[in-house]
């Protein structure tokens, strides 16, 4: 994870204020391997605030072995958006413990955003003031990663669905997701709704 000019990410990075606890960092740079196809992805990222996510502005592709080759059934097998999950936990800085920091750094060692415990607590508390700045976090990482955030709230915290957008509503009416927007997809009619 690098960001444009080429330096390690960190929190410092992450300039860009977002809701009320996040920053994020405006552009970044990823790259990764996918063994099975012999193919290093890179991808340049870009935060729209119009999107309220990242955009992937450009990608790059190399073969990673002499007998390699960049072909369209190659490239179709690319997964530029699980690069692009991958590296928004690097580009988000929050403050945890007194302490900054980017949120891969406080993932867990089975990749969840909270500690169990806290998600826990947070799920037996209902929709408090803490609460929603949890679900600030968690819905802020998944949109600005183009995943769905209801369901990663959810899943985060081990409530159901409904009770998830429930909360949503609540911080959103909060303020705490002003900026955060995400398109959950285009309605019969053709108008795009967001979440």
């Not at 330096?7 to 740079?29: C, D, K, N, V, Y």
């Not at 073969?63 to 179709?76: C, F, H, K, M, Q």
Request: glycine letters at 6%; hydrophobic letters at 40%.
């Amino acid at each position: 994870m690098r960001t444009p000019d080429g330096q390690r990410m960190t929190w410092r990075h992450a300039t860009l204020p977002l809701g009320s606890a996040l920053r994020i960092a405006p552009a970044f740079t990823a790259t990764a391997t996918a063994d099975e196809i012999q193919v290093e992805s890179t991808i340049e990222a870009v935060y729209s605030p119009e999107a309220g996510r990242y955009r992937i502005t450009a990608t790059r592709h190399r073969a990673t072995n002499d007998s390699g080759e960049i072909t369209p059934t190659v490239l179709r097998q690319v997964r530029l958006g699980e690069l692009l999950s991958a590296a928004v936990p690097y580009c988000i800085a929050v403050e945890f413990e007194k302490k900054q920091a980017t949120v891969h750094d406080l993932l867990g060692r089975n990749e969840r955003i909270l500690p169990t415990w806290m998600a826990e607590a947070a799920a037996k508390s209902g929709p408090t003031a803490d609460t929603l700045e949890l679900v600030q976090l968690v819905y802020g990482i998944a949109a600005l990663a183009a995943l769905p955030p209801m369901r990663a709230v959810a899943l985060e915290m081990g409530i159901a669905e409904r009770t998830a957008t429930h909360w949503i509503t609540k911080a959103r009416a909060a303020g705490l997701l002003d900026g955060i927007t995400y398109a959950v997809g285009r309605q019969p009619d053709g108008p795009r709704r967001s979440n």
